[in-house]
């Protein structure tokens, strides 16, 4: 079995509030293990605590209660050093939704730059990251560009190789795609793939579009503030009741399959594709119709 | 509209002024200010004319550019020249009418007064603003200035303040013109009226403006952190500025110029 470079244990959070009454918590007991390689989306609806959990990830935010592992070492706010802190920092990373809110520089290598530098990277070794980053997620022609002559899904990669730059091991996509164009929308998930297939970076891609999450190897749904479902993208949408009752869609044809099974006919129900859908209709009739004929 | 707005004046290009080091540029561009108010004669006058046309021979930028960035200068020219010629102090009166009176100082002073401005301004804007990009001059300023550092000035700090605010006045512009349709959408009126109606019609515009920049300043900040910023110490950069041979003979060629005024300021008698 693969390491587990996250695991949450019973991880509650609650933001602070000044009436200790009003204080919902945002992630209930959660429990997750996060596999080394693994491309995981995550869904839920608006509020149902995915982000804060990202959050909690990338140590912008600490739990209030509840254990946190990362690759392997429990981390405590009180006895880790700022140097150990930051070395964590740097395996994670983070895209988030606004492209516009990750761009630090006017010019877009002088942005790609910006975290090895933090780092205290030697400037060669900066230079042959920065090209690597705009490589990988294809920018490389506007590396002299300005940030503001680009479109949103182009400003999303350069954030996506700001954050390659720095060499994490994991990447945490927070809703990364959500302001995008389908054509924006369509080269992020790409580079998002190759990340994980080519890199094995370990990617962790909160998103609500059903679409996407189909392409990742697990899917978790989460509904307020814990774990509602979790498996292959297969099993998650053969829940469509579940899923539909958490203000969730499932894919259409998943759907489509699902009501005609209900009907009495003896339909797959963990279909995810149009093609499949078809061919397993196709199938369907194919049995029935040497069933009669004999 | 408001996207049509250039930031800064960069022409980008290759010449010679283009591959000078941003530091160098700063520290010439301030001699050559104070050159420009060491001149005395009138053939001191002259050689900076000629070196300031010869340097705007050397970058590229168009004669007719350099012309007309002096045209917001127009008033401040005009405004200048007239309180010299009216109110200096000056034995050799050549006319007079009422309370005032022209001297020849005082026209001197005049006309001497707009060469300086007229030079100061194209030729620092030349070096500075036509070919020096915003970031590689802010880039100059932090490492020129870097050793305050080390007495607590917050210079990485202003520096980085300085590159980000040049990055988002794009952002800024583009998103107050989304705010501007917005509003007209739903029947603002933003042109009829008064002054003072005029100006409160820009509050529907300028308060969403605000609350927008504040929660992108924190959206900003969180990606910042994520991306391991901790302030400037033990921070590197990709480019490293080293000066060339380049960078010695321009000083060498604005010392040379500072050697030719003394000299003529000393073998020719001042205007004044």
Redesign the interface.
């Known amino acids: 079995m693969a390491e587990i470079v996250i695991k949450a244990e019973d991880i509650s959070f609650s933001y602070e509030s000044d009436h200790p009454a009003d204080q919902i918590p945002v992630l209930n007991h959660l429990n997750l293990e996060i596999e080394k390689g693994s491309f995981v989306a995550v869904l839920g609806h608006n509020g149902s605590g995915k982000s804060t959990m990202a959050k909690l990830f ?1 140590l ?1 935010l600490t739990p209030t209660s509840g254990n946190l592992y990362l690759f392997g070492k429990k981390f405590d706010e009180e006895t880790v050093t ?1 140097d150990e802190f ?1 070395a964590l ?2 395996r994670i ?2 895209v ?1 939704q ?1 492209p ?8 877009v ?2 942005d790609v ?11 060669a070794e ?2 042959e990251r ?1 090209d690597a980053a705009l490589e990988i997620v294809g920018m490389k022609e506007f590396a002299r560009h ?3 002559q680009l479109s949103g899904g182009q400003k999303q990669r350069i ?1 996506i190789a ?2 390659i730059a ?1 060499r994490p091991d994991i990447i945490i996509f927070d809703e990364s795609t959500a302001m995008l164009d389908p054509r924006g929308r369509s080269d992020v998930l790409a580079t998002i793939e190759k990340l994980n297939r080519e890199f094995g970076t370990t990617i962790l891609h909160i998103t609500h579009y059903m679409e996407e999450a189909i392409r990742a190897d697990r899917v978790i749904v989460i509904d307020s503030g814990s774990i509602l479902l979790d498996g292959t993208p297969a099993e998650v949408f053969s829940n469509v009741r579940t899923l539909k009752s958490v203000g969730l869609d499932v894919p259409q044809v998943t759907e489509l399959l699902l009501e005609i099974r209900e009907d009495g006919f003896n339909l797959p129900k963990n279909v995810l594709s149009y093609e499949e859908g078809a061919r397993a209709i196709a199938d369907y009739l194919n049995q029935k119709k040497g069933r009669s004929s004999r | 509209m408001l996207k049509d707005i250039t930031l800064g004046q960069y022409f980008p290009g290759n010449s010679l002024l283009h591959k000078l080091d941003p530091r160098m540029k700063l520290l010439l561009a301030i001699c050559y200010i104070v050159l420009i108010f060491l001149a005395k004669s009138a053939p001191a006058y002259a050689l900076i004319l000629l070196f300031t046309v010869l340097i705007v021979a050397v970058s590229g930028v168009s004669f007719g550019v350099v012309l007309r960035s002096l045209k917001p200068l127009f008033f401040v020219l005009i405004f200048t020249t007239l309180i010299n010629v009216f109110w200096s102090n000056g034995t050799t009166v050549l006319w007079t009418w009422g309370p005032f009176a022209i001297t020849r100082e005082g026209l001197i002073r005049a006309v001497t007064m707009a060469i300086r401005i007229v030079l100061l301004m194209a030729s620092t804007s030349v070096i500075l603003m036509y070919t020096t990009s915003p970031i590689s001059l802010t880039d100059g300023i932090e490492r020129l200035l870097s050793p305050l550092a080390k007495i607590g000035v917050p210079v990485h700090t202003f520096a980085m303040m300085m590159t980000m605010a040049l990055r988002f006045i794009p952002t800024l512009l583009e998103e107050t013109q989304k705010i501007i349709n917005a509003q007209k959408a739903r029947g603002a009126d933003f042109d009829s009226g008064n002054l003072i109606d005029k100006a409160k019609a820009l509050i529907p515009i300028l308060i969403p403006l605000l609350i927008s920049q504040f929660r992108r300043a924190e959206e900003l900040a969180t990606a910042m952190e994520c991306r391991c910023y901790r302030g400037g110490g033990g921070r590197t950069r990709m480019t490293v500025l080293r000066f060339a041979l380049r960078d010695f003979f321009a000083a060498l060629a604005v010392a040379a110029l500072l050697a030719g005024i003394i000299l003529l300021n000393l073998y020719f008698p001042a205007l004044l």
């Open positions: 990338n912008i700022e930051f920092r740097q990373g983070m988030f606004n516009d809110n990750q761009l630090v520089a006017t010019i290598e002088e730059a910006f975290g090895p530098e933090n780092l205290g990277v030697p400037p900066i230079r920065v300005s940030p503001h954030a700001g954050i720095l």
